[in-house]
């Protein structure tokens, strides 16, 4: 079943209408923290129970609408609604970094690294010391980069990621609760103070 997918100024638009929405934030807390939509609710992927969220709707006969980075993991998160028998789901194109980019209202916290960053880091650097391994200390290090580049060729082809999943659940990646700052078309608010760029 294909996926249903909506852009971030026709998300907008519903909302301006009055309607009633409910997006659900598939991002780590530490990524919700440094930017989200205004009215985004946070539920990382890997804590997402598809059907617990869907027994603690209020009004079923709207879309549950998805959100992420970029739009990966809000697809991910529609497919597993689809899976359990959930189909009234949508993702948002391009993701809150669309979102942002159309100038359309966040809410904007500390800044953090994303988890896709997080991966490339990660990879990169796991590729980059299993070489080195295996030019200076033995040959069979060679079996680590090889199983990197293994890991990224499963996760091209699956649209998964077990690096991601395995780096959101890290303790950098949880933040605690804390409040942040509405911001409408792209603006920051420190204190009593308005910026376009964030507050360190």
Same mark, same amino acid.
């Given at each position: 079943?294909?996926?249903?997918?909506?852009?971030?100024?026709?998300?907008?638009?519903?909302?301006?209408?009055?309607?009633?929405?409910?997006?659900?934030?598939?991002?780590?807390? =530490?990524?919700?923290?440094?930017?989200?939509?205004?009215?985004?609710?946070?539920?990382?992927?890997?804590?997402?129970?598809?059907?617990?969220?869907?027994?603690?709707?209020?009004?079923?006969?709207?879309?549950?609408? =998805?959100?992420?980075?970029? /739009?990966?993991?809000?697809?991910?998160?529609?497919?597993?609604?689809?899976?359990?028998?959930?189909?009234?789901?949508?993702?948002?194109?391009?993701?809150?970094?669309?979102?942002?980019?159309?100038?359309?209202?966040?809410?904007?916290?500390?800044?953090?690294?994303?988890?896709?960053?997080?991966?490339?880091?990660?990879?990169?650097?796991?590729?980059?010391?299993?070489?080195?391994?295996?030019?200076?200390?033995?040959?069979?290090?060679?079996?680590?980069?090889? =199983?990197?580049?293994?890991?990224?060729?499963?996760? /091209?082809?699956?649209?998964?990621?077990?690096?991601?999943?395995?780096?959101?659940?890290?303790?950098?990646?949880?933040?605690?609760?804390?409040?942040?700052?509405?911001?409408?078309?792209?603006?920051?608010?420190?204190?009593?103070?308005?910026?376009?760029?964030?507050?360190?």
């Amino acid at each position: 079943m294909s996926i249903t997918t909506i852009y971030p100024k026709q998300l907008h638009e519903i909302v301006q209408a009055g309607q009633d929405v409910e997006l659900i934030d598939v991002r780590t807390p =530490f990524e919700f923290r440094e930017i989200h939509v205004s009215f985004a609710r946070n539920v990382p992927l890997d804590q997402l129970d598809v059907a617990k969220l869907a027994g603690a709707r209020k009004e079923a006969s709207y879309p549950l609408y =998805f959100i992420c980075q970029s /739009g990966g993991r809000g697809k991910q998160a529609c497919e597993k609604s689809l899976a359990a028998g959930y189909t009234n789901v949508v993702n948002v194109e391009g993701g809150t970094q669309a979102w942002d980019q159309a100038a359309l209202p966040v809410v904007r916290g500390k800044k953090a690294i994303s988890l896709e960053r997080q991966v490339r880091i990660a990879a990169g650097s796991l590729v980059l010391i299993g070489s080195l391994l295996s030019y200076f200390a033995h040959p069979y290090w060679i079996a680590l980069p090889a =199983f990197v580049g293994a890991g990224l060729l499963f996760s /091209g082809i699956t649209d998964t990621c077990g690096m991601g999943m395995l780096l959101a659940r890290m303790p950098w990646n949880q933040v605690p609760n804390e409040p942040a700052t509405n911001v409408e078309a792209g603006a920051t608010t420190c204190g009593s103070k308005s910026s376009t760029t964030c507050c360190g």
